[in-house]
């Protein structure tokens, strides 16, 4: 099914398709990327229940850290970046 009006969201600087009324994280699903976030022990993670309980879709949605991006739409021009969580994260694993 086609649906939707087609734009561009970057991921780490690469520009990828997405569509009206998808989230970020059906976008960045949709062209083959799973890991949205390292852990403080450089573990992936990526959508896990797609439900915003599980907070493994975090990443940084233009400058904001720790968005969930499976409840988040995405956006023409929407910059994304993998989240790198330190120690000085308020948020747990």
Do not use: H, W
Request: glycine content about 10%; proline content about 4%.
């Amino acid at each position: 099914m086609d649906s939707g009006e087609k734009f561009e969201i970057k991921i780490d600087g690469i520009r990828i398709a997405a569509r009206k009324g998808q989230t970020i994280a059906e976008s960045l699903l949709a062209s083959g990327l799973r890991v949205f976030r390292r852990t403080k022990q450089n573990a992936p993670r990526g959508v896990y229940c797609g439900i915003g309980i599980c907070f493994e879709c975090r990443m940084i949605v233009n400058g904001i850290p720790n968005v969930r991006t499976c409840m988040t739409p995405a956006e023409p021009g929407c910059e994304i970046s993998t989240q790198y969580d330190t120690a000085m994260d308020c948020t747990n694993e």
